[in-house]
């Protein structure tokens, strides 16, 4: 039996800063139904799904800060994706900024979740590599202050079987700038990995190298596609894309196979959806071959990528 | 003033089996020679750079196997190489099959050394991503028998400063199938390496999944694309190349920006130098900002890729 699945990366279009979670909600449901009606298992969202990207802006009053965060999950406006997901059978990758009162005080994540088809949340993850800057940068036109209003994640890279369609699948997630790290990717195909959720919004104008702006697209791609193929892996990277608020987000959400093939893409920077019909097995051809960890890493001689943050210069 | 070098990758047509060393040292020479002509400061010659590449015969008489090798470097076969490197003051990079005769016995390595422009070795590599299969596999075309041939190289991945041109340069190595692994490319850019030579004996066909064949040029590009932009380095990559012994290698030598840009690359599968100006300024692009390790690695996280070698999946 072939261990095939449709998957479904359902790009959104701008959200602006005065649309409710309701309207948000509403053009995802219409997207969840559209990746149904075409026979998708699962359906992928976008990182910050369910508001503006908010980090471009500096804020200093924090209530108006927490309004763009959850502080539960599903809330009265985000349980109707649960509620239509269960009801359709069909399971969603899905990114939010997340409010967290715990213990030891108030956290707060850039979170994705993975939501199985019967409604649950099956697995959480809490974004590893923020990018930005903590202080406020007045010249740039647009902030990115993700490492102001997000604690670095606290869950490391996860894995999780899940039931996909009538597959038994391992699948693994994460968002935005995780995906220029390759140890995001390994650290997921070390767990065996077969498919990876990677939602983003990226921003094409990057104010401290302005001159890489027209490779925003390459760079996209082509570390996904490494990833990919370095560790035999669908990944399905769905983007906020278009102009949101004056800033002009990269779109080119897209499938990859394990060989690090685009097979689908979109074309807009609109609500869109994309599907691939994904055969786990192909996976295979990769992680048994030329990508047999256990048969060819050489972990002894990578002990600089954990033993150091920064560069150690040769003398 | 800017950190501007003029590098050569010297691609190599077949070496057929009984090509002699002279003959294939005067073809580098006259690359050699050409390269200075052109300007460069430094030319990067192939992987296994004087002989056919031997591993894919299976071949168990130790004296025929060890007539691919050298004993000592320089040899009078290759002197001529390091004469000329002086005398025209032109660095170069080369990948031979090194035997080692050492106090605790005799070892065989893959290696690559770096020679500077007064004809010294300043650095040497032993290649650490063996690839292929340690016994014979008739069903194969073509074997593979890099595992069998050689020993895992016991140097790591090395970093050196170097006097290049006008400039002071860090400069890291690594051979083939090294460049499939983006722990590779993170080792040398945690040493601040701002060019790395890798050269390759690269067979179209891969026997364990032909299905692939046509896409070992798009992953050849793809994983030195990525290892350069990842680690905002300039990557020479320098194939041997054509219809060798019957068996196609790969050609596509390629000089790759920091940004990930293919800036020079092959059109023949011959004897064939491509030259790129390499402003060894432009990493700081990437290296102080989007993959400015101190800032924006996680280490504690990517811990699972030295603390495992194989897989590791989740309950």
Not at 146 to 158: P, S, W
Request: with cysteine; aromatic share 10%; charged share 25%.
């Amino acid at each position: 039996m072939t261990r095939k699945t449709l998957v479904g990366a359902a790009q959104l279009g701008p959200i602006a800063r005065n649309e409710s979670r309701t309207q948000v909600v509403a053009r995802m449901l219409e997207l969840m139904r559209e990746a149904r009606a075409r026979g998708c298992d699962t359906i992928a969202f976008p990182e910050l799904a369910l508001t503006t990207f908010f980090p471009r802006w500096y804020v200093e009053d924090q209530a108006e800060i927490d309004s763009w965060f959850e502080r539960e999950m599903p809330s009265p406006a985000t349980l109707p994706l649960f509620e239509e997901a269960k009801k359709l059978g069909i399971g969603f990758y899905l990114g939010y900024a997340e409010l967290a009162e715990e213990a030891d005080g108030t956290h707060r994540y850039n979170t994705a979740i993975l939501v199985d088809k019967t409604g649950v949340i099956i697995g959480k993850y809490r974004k590893v590599h923020l990018p930005g800057h903590r202080e406020h940068e007045p010249w740039r036109a647009f902030q990115h202050l993700e490492k102001r209003y997000f604690e670095r994640g606290n869950l490391g890279f996860g894995a999780w079987r899940a039931h996909v369609g009538e597959c038994e699948v391992i699948l693994g997630m994460a968002l935005c700038n995780d995906r220029r790290w390759p140890e995001t990717y390994r650290v997921l195909g070390l767990q065996g990995v077969e498919m990876a959720f990677i939602g983003y919004n990226t921003p094409i104008h990057y104010p401290p190298v302005p001159e890489h702006d027209h490779l925003q697209g390459f760079h996209n791609h082509l570390v996904l596609q490494a990833g990919a193929y370095q560790n035999g892996m669908w990944i399905v990277g769905i983007a906020k894309a278009g102009k949101e608020e004056g800033c002009d987000l990269l779109g080119q959400s897209c499938i990859i196979a394990p060989t690090g093939e685009i097979v689908a893409m979109c074309s807009t920077v609109e609500d869109e959806l994309i599907t691939a019909s994904c055969d786990l097995d192909r996976c295979r051809e990769l992680k048994d071959n030329v990508f047999n960890f256990g048969l060819h890493r050489e972990p002894e001689t990578y002990r600089l990528i954990v033993d150091t943050k920064g560069p150690v210069l040769p003398a």
